[in-house]
């Protein structure tokens, strides 16, 4: 892992300490084949949900995961700044 | 399934883009945009010239040509006065829309033909390996410039407008929301149409000025736009090298082309009038 | 039978391209072609059909492609300068396998030249012009009913192959004014309404033509500058683009016998051959006139396709016996190479070549004759 990558892990704990858990729980969705592990729903995620792992599987070699679902405040900035649309928060099957 | 999904391609993904690029996120836009007007997937058609965001329109489930460097517009305005009635939009980056096809773009401007334009302005050339473009900024490093770039950049929005572009609009890809709502009323728009959408290339543009990683290059293309209430209140040297987002110029008094074309030409035509 | 009018080799071509059923017109004006543009300014918006003026002739064949692939049938009018800057998007509709109709009304050249004198100068251009492998057509009227006749068949025969067709005049074809009358009606080949299986457009047998569909048929259809598979989606596997090189070089080749016409005069007992199109056909028409009323057993071999070239129908019906042969052509030598090559080693090969604008008289080729 790449130092900005393991910095933003870094700020993405930062995030979950200072904030509080939502009421309302959300889920969030990961397509692990499109996720190319670029990190900005790492960033742009206000409560610090998501992180970066080592994934060997793809080309890669990394990913986000989901760390702390119950931080989730369902603002779904995750999913609109993703570019690969590998990630959805709150996404109904069948919709 | 979110509403957007069926004009989405899947079987065309994963994209081919680097980790990060901005062009998934004008697919999704535009796709949204697509979906809030409720067109017919068939009655559209994505055209693209060449480079990464002539990759864009693999991604739609509609209609979709990827046509020669530069001249995406001239096949738009074939398809779309052939077919008035259908929808055209039209994805150019750098190169495309300025240098090779920057008389295509005037011209298709003075004629407010009904096309839907996105600009993706990432100031590179980076299809190619990073060369710099008409949107490169000043002092940039890259592969055809080593020793900074000397050129000034376009800018756009102030191109279009002094070449009467009926709909002018700038956004960004690092504010998808507000991409969203630009896209959707530039599309409702029904002369020509042009949304110049700053994205970010880490990988060619980044990697030789120091903004190596997707995360800076946004924060810097954040620290380099504004919206239109705080450009206002900028002085003039720190409205330098900053731009404003949002609508800059959108007006309804002039006719389309092809509405002009049904309604004035073909009338006259039939009616003997010859010309004079 | 209609009666005969008085009007100019671009007023029969644009006639002639409106009676097979051309809907749409994108152009750029340059002498000597701009009349063309102009009358189909004036009929295309009376017949409920589009004209647009484009900003340059790359925009020209852009915009016509653009509305071939909507489902028009769709042309243009240039001469040698435009020609040469279309030369990319040609390659664009070679590829796309996309149905088009340009019309070059070749000039002096090359660069500026004399934009009002004729030439035969882009003969060899109209075949290779465009880069990387591609098959063309190219037809070469000479006479005021050829004008009209091959128009129409320019047209069907883009339909037909889904390729596009060049109509090669040269400037006194098309500005003269000459007596014309329209000929009976003509057989005008209609686009055809093809339903495609799971998108598989360009994936057939060698010699057949694609089954592509237009775009707004019901199909999301993906088409591409790129090199494709069946689908139409880039690839750049080894044996994908081989097949798809190969069908489409042969969708032409194998339909030789539909696609080569040609005329001859006086040929079933000719000992010199004239190989002549376009203007200079005009003038060896006389000459072998002449000729045959001075005793010399000359005759016209007047190709309609010029490319394909003829070269089959050449060497087994006339290279078995012709033994002098004598190309007339304006330009420094282009097609000349050509036939010399399909002629065998004991014909007598001469040939008559000037690009200064003066077209041939029939004396000159005469003259030529007696040579032999």
């Known amino acids: 892992m790449e130092k900005h990558e393991k910095l933003l892990n870094q700020e993405a704990a930062d995030k979950r300490r200072k904030g509080k858990k939502p009421k309302t729980p959300n889920k969030l969705k990961v397509i692990k084949q499109y996720c190319k592990g670029c990190g900005l729903c790492v960033d742009v995620c206000p409560t610090g949900t998501l992180e970066l792992v080592d994934y060997p599987e793809s080309k890669f070699g990394i990913r986000v995961e989901v760390v702390a679902e119950d931080h989730c405040i369902g603002c779904q900035m995750c999913e609109l700044r993703c570019p690969d649309f590998a990630i959805f928060c709150n996404y109904e099957e069948g919709e | ?276 | 039978m209609s009666k005969s009018q008085v009007l100019q080799g671009n007023a029969i071509v644009a006639k002639a391209a409106l009676d097979a059923g051309c809907d749409f017109f994108a152009g750029y004006p340059i002498t000597p072609s701009s009349e063309i543009a102009q009358i189909m300014s004036q009929r295309m918006p009376q017949m409920n059909r589009y004209f647009i003026q484009m900003e340059d002739e790359i925009a020209s064949l852009g915009a016509c492609i653009g509305a071939s692939l909507a489902g028009r049938k769709a042309m243009t009018a240039t001469s040698g300068p435009g020609f040469s800057l279309m030369q990319e998007h040609l390659g664009s509709a070679c590829i796309g396998e996309i149905p088009l109709v340009i019309v070059n009304v070749m000039r002096g050249g090359p660069a500026t030249g004399m934009p009002t004198k004729p030439s035969q100068a882009d003969v060899m251009q109209a075949r290779w012009g465009t880069h990387g492998d591609h098959p063309i057509i190219a037809l070469t009227p000479a006479t005021s009913e050829e004008l009209y006749t091959e128009t129409i068949r320019a047209f069907n025969l883009s339909e037909k192959y889904y390729n596009p067709v060049i109509l090669l005049l040269d400037e006194v074809l098309a500005k003269a004014h000459e007596d014309f009358t329209v000929p009976d009606k003509s057989e005008i080949y209609l686009r055809k309404k093809e339903r495609i299986k799971d998108l598989n457009m360009f994936d057939r047998k060698i010699g057949d033509n694609p089954h592509r569909v237009d775009f707004f048929r019901g199909y999301s259809i993906h088409m591409d500058g790129l090199e494709h598979d069946a689908h139409g989606w880039p690839t750049i596997d080894p044996a994908t683009v081989d097949k798809m090189q190969t069908l489409r070089m042969q969708k032409i080749y194998h339909n030789l016998d539909d696609i080569v016409k040609f005329n001859t005069m006086e040929m079933e007992d000719a000992d010199i051959m004239i190989f002549a199109f376009g203007i200079s056909a005009r003038a060896a028409m006389s000459a072998v006139e002449i000729a045959r009323r001075q005793g010399i057993k000359a005759g016209l071999f007047q190709p309609l396709t010029l490319w394909p070239f003829p070269k089959v129908v050449l060497r087994e019906k006339f290279f078995t016996r012709i033994k002098k042969l004598l190309t007339v052509e304006l330009n420094m030598g282009q097609i000349k190479y050509e036939i010399e090559r399909v002629a065998r080693d004991d014909v007598e090969k001469k040939s008559l070549n000037r690009a200064n604008g003066v077209p041939f008289t029939p004396f000159e080729i005469l003259a030529k004759l007696k040579e032999f």
């Not at chain 2, 009635?85 to 033909?113: E, P, W, Y």
């Not at chain 2, 409702?188 to 800076?216: M, T, W, Y």
């Not at chain 2, 609508?247 to 309604?263: S, W």
Request: include cysteine; charged fraction near 25%; hydrophobic fraction near 35%.
């Open chain 2, 1 to 276: 399934m979110r509403k957007y999904e069926k004009y989405i391609r899947y079987r065309t993904f994963p994209t081919p883009w680097c980790p990060g690029c901005g062009n998934g996120v004008i697919v999704r836009a535009i796709a949204i945009s697509l979906a809030e007007m409720d067109i017919d997937p068939k009655d559209i058609v994505v055209c693209a010239g060449i480079g990464c965001s002539g990759r864009i329109p693999t991604f739609f489930n509609t209609n979709t040509l990827h046509t020669t460097h530069g001249r995406a517009l001239t096949f738009a305005t074939g398809i779309k006065l052939s077919r008035p009635d259908k929808t055209v939009i039209v994805i150019s980056g750098d190169g495309d829309a300025l240098a090779i096809g920057g008389n295509h773009l005037i011209h298709a401007a003075r004629r407010n033909i009904g096309i839907k334009m996105i600009l993706v302005n990432n100031g590179i050339y980076g299809m190619t390996g990073g060369q710099c473009s008409p949107l490169t900024p000043r002092r940039f490093y890259t592969e055809t410039t080593p020793y900074g770039n000397i050129e000034p950049k376009f800018d756009v929005v102030d191109l279009l407008s002094a070449s009467k572009a009926s709909f002018v609009g700038r956004e960004t890809v690092v504010r998808p929301k507000a991409l969203e709502k630009i896209i959707l009323k530039s599309f409702q728009h029904r002369g020509f149409s042009v949304v110049e959408v700053i994205s970010n290339c880490h990988i060619n543009l980044g990697r030789k000025n120091k903004l190596r990683d997707p995360i800076a290059i946004s924060r810097w293309i954040k620290s380099k736009t504004v919206s239109q209430k705080q450009w206002e209140s900028l002085s003039p040297e720190e409205k330098i090298g900053v731009y404003p987002t949002g609508i800059r110029n959108e007006e309804n008094e002039r006719m389309e082309y092809t509405d002009l074309y049904q309604k004035h030409i073909v009338p006259n035509a039939q009616a003997g009038l010859k010309k004079r």
